[in-house]
């Protein structure tokens, strides 16, 4: 059974990039038609999509957070990453990281989700 787990600082200043790892367990992250996908939900808030990455390395962002958002595949580590650039206090949340299978479902259902990790922006 595939396991995620998402790793990365839980404290990050304003104006600094963020970066969370996501590290796969029983499956490649250059499995056929996986999607790998970055959630995050902020306190008191729902679920919110950011991104996801296919297989084949083809991406695709929220348009509120395109600007700030990459999402790259480590293949040496079998682990996917997020960088979110210029964070806020807003963007203060739990992260998770989760995976769906096909084209048709990078906005899930998701199979697979890490356990999420807190990340607040605060100097």
């Known amino acids: 059974q595939m396991q995620l787990q998402e790793s990365g600082p839980g404290l990050v200043k304003p104006s600094q990039t963020l970066s969370l790892n996501c590290t796969i367990a029983?499956?490649?992250?250059?499995?056929?038609?996986?999607?790998w996908t970055w959630i995050r939900q902020p306190p008191g808030k729902g679920l919110e999509w950011m991104g996801a990455i296919t297989h084949s390395g083809s991406t695709y962002y929220s348009p509120s957070l395109q600007s700030r958002t990459s999402i790259s595949t480590d293949t040496a580590n079998n682990q996917f990453t997020l960088q979110l650039t210029s964070v806020e206090a807003e963007d203060t949340a739990v992260y998770y990281c989760a995976r769906s299978y096909g084209l048709g479902y990078i906005r899930g259902p998701f199979g697979s989700w890490g356990q999420g990790t807190q990340v607040t922006v605060s100097s």
């Open positions: 029983g499956g490649s992250v250059t499995t056929k038609y996986y999607v």
